[in-house]
């Protein structure tokens, strides 16, 4: 059974800062790509970041435009974690935000989608007040 479980949330002042981790079990994801979308309720879920294997331990990284400076995805390919550090955190980025994975590295637009992974963790809140 493959599990990607989500901790790191929870209420922050704007301003301030959050960092997520993700570890998924049951399978590796090693030479796949990881990624972290938000949502909220009545809005499709959105794309944050996404780290996508590269070689080795390198990955291409890709931001949504609107947390691009302020957010950070890292990877550890070999113990199967991403992690979202973010920094400068407004009212806007309230949300709860998802852990995604899929086995293979992919470019491109497709990497924005949701559809485009294939496990999903549980999800965690995170709360900016303004």
């Known amino acids: 059974q493959v599990l990607l479980v989500e901790s790191g949330g929870g209420s922050v002042q704007a301003g301030g800062s959050l960092k997520l981790t993700c570890t998924a079990s049951?399978?590796?994801?090693?030479?796949?790509?990881m990624a972290w979308f938000r949502q909220v309720p009545g809005k499709e879920r959105e794309f944050v970041a996404a780290?996508?294997?590269?070689?080795?331990?390198?990955?291409?990284?890709y931001y949504h435009d609107s947390v691009k400076g302020r957010f950070t995805i890292s990877r550890e390919n070999a113990q199967n974690t991403v992690d979202l550090e973010m920094n400068s955190l407004g009212p806007e980025d309230t949300a709860v935000y998802y852990c995604?994975?899929?086995?293979?590295?992919?470019?491109?637009?497709?990497?924005?989608?949701?559809?485009?992974?294939?496990?999903w963790g549980q999800g965690t809140q995170v709360t900016v007040s303004s």
């Open positions: 995604a994975a899929r086995g293979t590295s992919i470019s491109g637009r497709t990497l924005l989608l949701p559809e485009t992974y294939d496990y």
């Open positions: 049951g399978r590796t994801f090693s030479r796949g790509g």
């Open positions: 780290a996508m294997w590269r070689s080795g331990e390198t990955n291409y990284v």
